[in-house]
């Protein structure tokens, strides 16, 4: 564990390596303090957003479950055991991306684009109410997984999924603002933020990629 930058400008390095459980395990224990403040906050604080009792997204997770990979599980897991929280509360942290709007912008630049230097360049900006507050916890986890090839998860301590990252491998992703269609829409399949995550542990290209969130059922 890494701090990186001062003040508000700082944020978190985590690396862990080995099964999932075992990078639960370390992730809760070495940011533990930071874990437990932001899953309390960020349930609380999203939770009164929406007008929703924090027991919504439990219901969230009942339908999402049977379409949730095993190493998910088993990484909540190992993180509320490492940080000394129920894994309900774990459970629920990881479900507000799924139960929320998403407001957020991205751009990717290449080719003409950066004639100056040929890289390509990617960004992803949180368009949030900087008063939520879930800015405070920015932490960068650099996985070295058992199964698949090591990856950047740049997003919260105490946070699972991903909507930044990149591989290892030439892939990159980053989401952008969507809703669900409330009246017709059901929660029944993977969670977007483990959906993108598992491109970046486990996809070898933008084919496989793409054919991943084709098939996947949302």
Known sequence: LERIGQGDDGLFLLL?????????????QLLKDSVQKHCDHLIAAMSQAMGEKPEMLDEIYKATRPHIPAHFIGEMEGLAKGAGLPLQTVIRCQMIGEASEWHCSLFGAWGKATVGDG????????????????????TIIVYVPKQGHPFANI??????GSVTGISSVPLAIS????????????????????????????????????????????
């Open 155 to 160: 997003g919260w301590a105490g946070i699972v």
């Open 175 to 218: 989401e952008i603002g969507d809703d669900y269609d409330k009246a017709n829409d059901s929660f029944d399949g993977i969670p977007f933020p483990f959906l993108l995550r598992d491109i970046l542990q486990f996809d070898e290209d933008l084919d496989v990629a793409i054919a991943r969130v084709k098939n996947a059922r949302r």
């Open 16 to 28: 862990v390596w080995g099964t999932p459980e075992e990078m639960g395990t370390a992730h809760g």
């Open 119 to 138: 890289h390509t360049y990617q960004l992803r900006a949180l368009d949030y109410n900087v008063r939520a507050e879930i800015q405070r916890f920015p």
